[in-house]
């Protein structure tokens, strides 16, 4: 006989080293606000990496860099909205994180082609 166990939902597994918490026991409302915070800083940066990543590769490669953008920008929304579907208010907080980590490691990832250029 086979038996089956239900799987638990899917948790976002970002919470790395990166992760740094916000404050002692914040509510929902006030960490979603936090690391919103924090992914709004990485997003500048990343900004800050694509453009001057734009401006340094082959012109062969502009285009191609573009599409890959748009589409990890595509790619980001639609797996933190996962993260962020699950049940409970803990969604809130992994789609929250999910941005955070997601673009942290984007513009780690440009800064670094930048430095094999």
Do not use: H
């Not at 992760?19 to 709004?40: F, L, N, Q």
């Not at 579907?85 to 490691?105: F, K, N, P």
């Amino acid at each position: 006989m086979l038996c089956l166990a239900l799987a638990p939902p899917a948790v976002a597994e970002m919470f790395g080293p990166g992760y740094s918490p916000c404050g002692d026991k914040p509510s929902t409302a006030e960490t979603v606000a936090c690391v919103t915070a924090k992914t709004k800083d990485w997003d500048r940066r990343l900004n800050a990496a694509y453009k001057a990543l734009q401006q340094r590769v082959d012109p062969g490669q502009a285009d191609p860099l573009k599409a890959a953008q748009r589409l990890w920008l595509q790619y980001r929304t639609a797996n933190c909205a996962f993260y962020g579907s699950g049940a409970g208010t803990i969604g809130q907080v992994q789609a929250a994180e999910c941005m955070r980590a997601m673009t942290e490691d984007r513009t780690q990832e440009l800064e670094k082609a930048m430095k094999l250029e």
